[in-house]
């Protein structure tokens, strides 16, 4: 049954990508990622979420013999490693392997035709005929629909498809069919929410990077980065000025376009500390895309050759030369690089993101991460202060961290990273501080000698 609320449309298919365990997309280009760390493969049960919006209505049938319709949610069942069929009635959609979240993108296999006439079909078959609350797709269109239906057509015409107008007409559907142009603003409309499915962190030994995407429809995002300063670019190109440096960003962001790495994100930043590491610099062939389980951020970019020696006075004062090419004729081989970002651990004691005010985007959160890391993101320069202060600005904070449950006792050390002054908890290194949960997990009491207490909620997703 399809909802009339927009927010709890949403929520539905955000609730539904939580548990979702997957692997990621090929790409027929080399891709280089930044992780060394071994692939673990998922075994057993899963679940999927089908969306433009939630799609509902549609059948799906998986190897190892799962099968039904998607449900409000969008929701479809299968075991890691299946490839599953899609098909409304006799009209197949395509084949996939099994995902945490499918979308026209991975249906269409790099048909852009296909990909455009999806998104038409699907929108045009909803029932109220509105797809920003969600798409159910009625009993009667799956029945009339069948192969006669060209997927591969041409997306100015598809809308006005014998085929189409029948199963339309099959189920009185009001309106009209969408066009190419609806249905691709309805798409790239729907993009931020799907990114807000989770938290997300990459981490390594010498950085740590945090997202945090709105669900309801605004575009707004946190973004906070530990990590050295760093005066290169993506293609390594260096030069005396920092391109990425320890910070804080949060604005609106909305996607312009897409293709099969993902969106291409345009952004509007209310604050930006980190220079180009957050969204605030997108590049041309910059994207950004979850599958469910990762938030894969790519480039294309120029694949480094062995240089030469460098002179003492280019090593001391970081210049870089252009690629050389042999010839006029000759184009720099590119690649394409990712970062990969995981779910973050949300569930166990202290360990989690616990935020000032969870129903803000802009607002200070608090990370304690297993291995024993905390971090601070304040996109407002007051994440412990009860009033405004000269030294407190936004920023972000990494160190160290101690944790005992049985006393509610929480001890940080070792602060490596500090942008944002008195705002945090720097000035309580080495001190005692008083972290109570309370007894549902969902809230805590962070206090210590000259520090207000302060309640902090953790985040759900």
Known sequence: MKTDNKFTTIQLLITGLFALNLTACDSEQEVKKDSSKPVV???????????????????????????????????????????????????????ITGTGLTT?????????????????????????????????????????????????????????????????EAAGIPGSAKTAEEANTHFLSQAINLLGSHLWVNQDDTSLNFFRFSTDGSGQYLHGIATPDDACDANRACGSRLVFTAGVEYGTAKATEYDKRGFKITSTTEVDTDIQSGLSHPRPNWRIYTNGDELIISDIVIVQREKEQASLFGELFHITEPIKLSSDDEVAETTIQEIRYRKMDNSQGIVGAWAVNRDSIKSPVFLFFPDNRYMLIDPVGNATQTSPAACAKPGVELASYTFDAASDSLKLSSFTYNTAGCAGLSKLDGKQISFKIDANAQSAILSSDGLAPVTLQRLSN
């Open 41 to 95: 493969q998922a075994q057993g049960p899963a679940t999927g979420i089908l969306a433009d919006s939630a799609v509902e209505g549609v059948s799906y049938s998986a190897s190892s013999g799962a099968s039904g319709v998607t449900d409000a949610a969008g929701l479809y069942k299968f075991n890691h490693g299946d490839s599953i069929d899609f098909h409304i009635g006799k009209l197949n959609l395509g084949k």
């Open 104 to 168: 026209p993108i991975e249906l269409a296999a790099d048909d852009r035709n296909k990909l455009l006439n999806l998104l038409i079909l699907f929108q045009s078959l909803d029932a109220d005929n509105d797809p920003a609350n969600g798409i159910s797709i009625p009993q009667a269109a799956a029945d009339a629909l069948d192969t006669a239906l060209d997927l591969t057509a041409d997306p100015a015409s598809f809308p006005a498809s014998p085929a189409l107008a029948a199963a339309r």
